[in-house]
């Protein structure tokens, strides 16, 4: 319990979208979407300040042999692996199949930007995408899942693009020129999807945050856009109970 509980503060203090999509899901389902939520914010420290990529593999490397001793049921001494391989091993969560999503983090280590949005989209969709596919992997919303994951993932890239820019990591294709339209608007496609409430609860962030970025005439600087929305437990709850 005290790893879930730790699972649990640190996406509550660092990932609020996620914590409230998490705390929404079916009971079952849960603790599980906790645990991918805290490890995904593991995965986003594998790139040092420094950029420096050695580094970054090493990290990543470290989770891919966590991963691994997950399944033969030797799990490292740290809060969000333990929980993880609990999940693993309760069947809620498949060790083997998230080291793809590691292997997709590689390209957090690379300082150019994506060629185009396709290049863009197939980054977002093979890391939150996949994760959160994961969780309804077995249910006919999986592909509606991993849609809205994607989604999510791409306003999430263009409303952090000022930042990212500051870090030396741009995220913003270079075939589109610094425009950020194209990315919002392909969000925007992709969150259209249909499905149980929690599977698309990506989606339902998407879309809001995708009308405040083109209120606010799509300018990362703006604080409209950068900012967490303040209604979004509102409209997940109202998307929970049509």
Known sequence: MMDAAYCADQVRQHDGDR?????????RLRHAAMTLAAWNLELSKARPPSGEETLGLIRLQWHRDALEENIAGNPRRHPVVNA?????HSGLVDAAVLDAIVVARERDLDPEPPADLAELE???RATSGALHRHLWRDSKAAQAAEDAGTAFALIGLARAERVNQTRNRPWAPKALGGDLCPIIKRA?????????SAATAPATLAKAYARRALKAGVDPTSALMATPDPWRLWRLLARKLI
């Not at 914590?19 to 009971?27: E, F, Q, R, T």
């Not at 993880?84 to 693993?88: E, F, R, S, W």
């Not at 925007?188 to 149980?196: I, N």
């Open 188 to 196: 925007l496609e992709l969150a259209a999807v249909k499905g149980p």
């Open 19 to 27: 914590y409230l999509m998490a705390l929404l899901h079916p009971k």
């Open 122 to 124: 197939a980054y977002a």
């Open 84 to 88: 993880l391989a609990v999940a693993h």
